[in-house]
């Protein structure tokens, strides 16, 4: 058994036994820079996205890449709400400004840094780009075709043939001055996020996205120039790119190369965490012990507890499309309103696009089972008595767990104060089987089950702002409590966030700036 099954039993029990360091306060003064930063590398301005609206498209093309981006990690305005978050009395202020993005991410810190190994035959000179959000354009870091160095990470198997790749990245300094210890598990579901966000866009045009979650990690890190114990290297994406021919390529040769710009880190104290760097070990990839595909079978959710079925209305059709829904995505921080109940069909289409969503890493079977349950507590949903429920996707119905209005037991658990969970419409729980996931494929499946769980979040926010609705997801709850609550403790069933969703209060003091 590795340090992976410490580190998630931490997680779990963190809300009654405190992970160290138990006194650490973040230094906001002294806080990171939300992106990297590299002095002397050329920055590229992105074109245009393509316009004119989704459509079937044979790969990727500069233009489609740039609206992934744009969408996904681009900073695309600058919002400013009334609400009920701790950073609410900053925001006015230039300096520490709320600027929105498609994706996701935990604390509003986005640590995951995005590398395109560029090969030959694409639009740009080969070479290391690195995307900078807030310009909205790659910064070149290496000149030379270094998509060979990248194959050899990835070992034969999937990426092989291609000819572009994106590489995810995660500085744990990023997160990890504001949470420490439990920085590893909120950037595992950073990255899942913003995958998601990524296979969402490019749906649209027909594009596939599968993420390649095993590699030897130390020379991607190599390449990157990045230190090894401060930067994890979390996934690469093989791109179908326009014009590549089908099937495997011979590409360039390795070249053993490595970027010499470094980050100019901003903080002028950097702390290490020792149990953020003993999980970072531990999860280290290798390309030789990558799974075979179904090795996840035996972590698969198990079949829905509860009762007899309480069927759901069909999920209607979205009333925007996924750019639409990334742009109008926000978590509602306390404006959530009682008042206005969620439809039966609101809640049926959030359940169902969560239960559908999957990693997609090379370590599944694409007909395999899902590893994410979902429970669901009703507070005021048209048509549906309050109560504790289990999700059936296969009978697209409720399983009642414990009857009765949750509202006092989720406000009961919830740490913090910048959501009233009682006004919410419903609060949805995913759950992983955790121990059976890091049994079938060792400690590196801690970062695909974070990846799957924050796929998820991901989807439920988009689906959310797509049918007109509130939503919020938070991790400051007492995860032990859900799990006695919902009939979990003797099951390897793990909690891992909640899921707000609901109506606002109408007529919301709102700023809101479009920038791109």
Not at 66 to 89: F, H, I, K, P, W
Not at 94 to 118: D, E, H, K, M
Not at 184 to 207: I, N
Not at 331 to 347: I, Y
């Amino acid at each position: 058994m590795g340090y992976a099954h410490d580190y998630a039993s931490a997680i779990l029990y963190r809300g009654r036994v405190p992970m160290e360091p138990v006194d650490f306060v973040p230094d906001w003064a002294d806080r990171p820079r939300k992106a990297k930063y590299y002095p002397g590398a050329e920055t590229l301005p992105l074109p245009e996205p393509e316009s004119g609206g989704p459509r079937p498209a044979p790969g990727f093309t500069l233009p489609l890449l740039s609206g992934m981006l744009q969408e996904s990690y681009g900073l695309t305005g600058r919002r400013l709400g009334v609400q009920a978050n701790t950073d609410l009395a900053a925001l006015p202020h230039y300096t520490q400004a709320n600027w929105s993005r498609g994706t996701a991410s935990g604390g509003g810190l986005y640590p995951v840094g995005v590398y395109w190994a560029a090969g030959a035959g694409g639009p740009l000179t080969p070479g290391l780009y690195h995307y900078a959000p807030h310009q909205h354009g790659l910064r070149r870091l290496l000149a030379g075709d270094v998509t060979g160095d990248v194959r050899r990470a990835l070992g034969p198997g999937p990426g092989e043939g291609a000819s572009q790749y994106l590489v995810l990245s995660v500085k744990y300094w990023q997160n990890s001055f504001k949470y420490n210890s439990f920085s590893f598990h909120a950037v595992s579901m950073d990255v899942g996020a913003l995958v998601q966000t990524w296979r969402l866009w490019a749906r649209a045009y027909g594009l596939r996205i599968a993420p390649v979650l095993w590699f030897d990690e130390e020379r991607l890190a190599g390449l990157l120039g990045v230190a090894p114990e401060e930067e994890g290297v979390f996934a690469v994406l093989p791109l179908e790119w326009e014009g590549d021919a089908a099937g495997p390529a011979a590409g360039a040769p390795p070249t053993g190369a490595g970027v010499r710009h470094r980050d100019a880190e901003r903080s002028r104290t950097v702390l290490a965490f020792e149990t953020l760097e003993r999980i970072h070990g531990a999860t280290l990839g290798r390309a030789g012990d990558r799974p075979a595909p179904g090795a996840l079978d035996a972590a698969a959710a198990y079949p829905p507890r509860g009762g007899e079925p309480v069927p759901l209305p069909a999920p209607p059709a979205p009333p925007m499309g996924e750019t639409a829904a990334l742009r109008a995505r926000r978590s509602s921080f306390g404006r959530f309103d009682a008042g206005r109940a969620v439809t039966a069909e609101q809640l049926a289409a959030a359940l169902a696009q969560c239960a559908a969503t999957r990693p997609g890493s090379e370590a599944e079977r694409s007909d395999g089972p899902p590893l994410t349950s979902l429970y669901v507590f009703v507070n005021h949903v048209e048509g549906i008595e309050p109560g504790s429920y289990a999700y059936d996707p296969a009978e697209h119905a409720l399983r009642l767990v414990v009857p009765g209005p949750p509202g006092p037991f989720l406000q009961a658990n919830y740490f913090l104060s910048n959501y009233n969970l009682e006004q919410a419409g419903a609060v949805l729980v995913p759950t992983v089987r955790t121990s059976a996931v890091l049994d079938a494929v060792g400690d590196r499946g801690y970062r695909l089950m974070g990846a799957a769980v924050g796929a998820v979040a991901q989807t439920f926010y988009t689906t959310a702002a797509a049918h007109g609705l509130g939503a919020g997801v938070a991790l400051g709850f007492d995860n032990v409590s859900y799990a006695e609550r919902l009939g979990l403790a003797d099951t390897d069933e793990a909690p891992l966030l909640i899921m707000l969703l609901g109506h606002e209060r109408p007529r919301p003091a709102d700023f809101r700036h479009e920038i791109a």
